[in-house]
């Protein structure tokens, strides 16, 4: 696993789940890592972090945008909105991997590989286009850094029951469809090939394979040029 910073400032990186590396690092401009991860890996997530301070010791609040606790090496999964790059290895022979929007949005991240299998993008900037309803964090120039899903921004007041965050009587495929889901428009027509919402893998562009017997060599690249 390969995970690179294209973006033009320092972000800091957190990875879930990984036993071999740390789970989280300062990673300054144009600057790459890499490590090994079991070929079995699972439910694993790797996102990045902006404006963090971890002289508080206040947990996901140290950083602006997908803080998480334990500091800079995480013990938690990031606080919404966060761009998540996500992955299952292996089960039955087969690589599940997606860049997640369910948690929201905060950062540009791709998914590519070296087995010429799909690449899982969300290369675009969507903190200047967020909906007002949705806008995240601010930064120190009043930019917006983050765009929550309509789940996390409670749109429809009822969080256990709801057709944005499919629970409730909308908790099944069935119930809880793209149609239902506030702005999930916005981010399919912005990033097609990310994860939009719970179910999204009817769009049939939102969850991608490869060949798990080939052992590819996966590359997360934040703000993809």
């Not at 390969?2 to 300054?28: D, H, K, Q, R």
């Not at 690589?95 to 950062?107: A, K, Q, T």
């Amino acid at each position: 696993m390969t995970v690179s910073n294209l973006c033009n400032f320092t972000m800091f990186t957190a990875v879930g789940i990984l036993p071999s590396y740390p789970t989280g690092w300062e990673a300054a401009p144009r600057t790459t890592v890499s490590f090994t991860v079991p070929d079995n890996w699972s439910s694993a997530r790797i996102w990045g972090r902006r404006g963090c301070n971890f002289t508080h010791n206040s947990g996901a609040n140290d950083c602006l945008d997908g803080g998480c606790n334990g500091g800079l090496q995480c013990t938690g999964i990031g606080a919404p909105p966060a761009t998540l790059a996500e992955f299952t290895l292996n089960p039955n022979g087969q690589d599940y991997y997606d860049i997640s929007l369910v948690d929201g949005y905060n950062l540009p991240v791709s998914i590519t590989n070296n087995a010429s299998c799909p690449v899982a993008d969300c290369p675009v900037d969507l903190g200047p286009k967020c909906p007002m309803p949705l806008k995240g964090p601010i930064d120190s120039s009043s930019a917006t850094v983050g765009c929550l899903s309509a789940c996390e921004a409670n749109l429809d007041s009822d969080p256990s029951n709801s057709p944005n965050c499919c629970t409730g009587q909308y908790s099944t495929p069935a119930t809880c469809l793209s149609s239902g889901v506030q702005y999930y428009s916005f981010f399919k027509s912005n990033c097609p090939n990310s994860y939009c919402y719970a179910y999204d893998e009817s769009s049939g562009t939102a969850l991608w394979t490869c060949d798990g017997n080939r052992s590819p060599a996966y590359t997360v690249t934040f703000c993809p040029r």
